[in-house]
């Protein structure tokens, strides 16, 4: 068994067996179909993406590549970020910014009927809601939230505590954890890169594809030795002895482990004394090797 090398000197194969690209999805398709056209042009296994997307709806879609995909957990609760045109049904009234202001904190929500989850009253957390600019009565906004905010819904309840009523209107997302959209991946960026690459030049290739290890730099992270990470791929859990390093983490926290070489191995969580000298530390999540 050979474990992945140094992310930075990893061949074009190893890199889309590995992979993630910060994709800007284009209106139409669903993020599933997106996921689809990127797994068959790519020519892997697999492909998923890091966060629903309505098909009318762009902006920063993170796709992970091969084995990445088993590490899309990572973005479940990552922070997510939109500018959203609100569409009011009258005038814009004096008080919008006061208004969105009582929006910030805690929201409760009820999922859509053709929402994919169980519609029950939940709570998610607008972090902020700035108005970026008004244009007769169309306001930018932009939201930075919880994951799992709809922020078609929270347009419409704007609306209704306007007095006005309001719907939303085009929607992008900016953000999603710790991709935003500076430097985003067109499907055409992606598709002349692989073409350049069958070439013979993988710059461009390896320019729009980053190794996976970099959807996982928001996650602590723990260094094991290259004899626990082979144990790891055989499905064995961290055992003190083959542990580094470690961030400061508490019991039940997720962990990214790596080799010595900055290789991502696993996903795993804190099971025991990190300082002790025998027994498990790190109980395995996911295998990433």
């Avoid at 997307?53 to 990552?78: N, W």
């Avoid at 055989?234 to 470690?246: F, K, M, T």
């Amino acid at each position: 068994m050979v474990l992945r090398g140094p992310p930075d000197e990893r061949s074009v194969d190893d890199l889309l067996e590995f992979g993630v690209v910060n994709l800007d999805k284009p209106p139409g398709p669903s993020a599933h179909q997106v996921a689809a056209w990127v797994r068959d042009m790519a020519g892997v296994e697999r492909a998923a993406h890091a966060g629903t997307l309505d098909p009318k709806v762009t902006g920063c879609l993170p796709m992970l590549l091969g084995d990445a995909t088993r590490m899309a957990q990572v973005f479940d609760d990552s922070v997510k970020e939109y500018v959203a045109v609100l569409e009011l049904h009258g005038p814009t009234p004096a008080d919008l910014e006061a208004v969105l202001a009582e929006f910030e904190g805690n929201v409760y929500q009820k999922p859509p009927k053709k929402s994919a989850v169980v519609r029950r009253l939940r709570s998610r957390e607008i972090f902020s809601l700035d108005v970026l600019e008004v244009e007769g009565r169309q306001a930018l906004l932009r939201v930075r939230c919880e994951s799992g905010t709809y922020i078609r819904k929270l347009c419409h309840d704007v609306g209704l505590a306007l007095g006005t009523g309001a719907h939303m209107g085009h929607l992008r997302r900016t953000t999603t954890g710790s991709f935003d959209d500076a430097n985003l991946v067109s499907l055409y960026d992606l598709a002349d890169a692989l073409a350049w690459a069958d070439d013979g030049d993988s710059a461009p290739l390896r320019e729009v594809v980053q190794p996976a290890e970099r959807a996982l730099v928001d996650l602590p992270s723990a260094t094991i030795a290259e004899s626990a990470a082979r144990q790891v791929a055989e499905g064995a859990p961290v055992y003190a002895p083959g542990l580094i390093d470690v961030d400061d983490v508490f019991r039940g926290d997720l962990v990214a482990c790596y080799t010595p070489d900055d290789a991502a191995v696993c996903l795993g969580r804190v099971a025991g004394d990190l300082d002790a000298d025998e027994g498990v530390v790190l109980d395995l999540e996911r295998v990433l090797v």
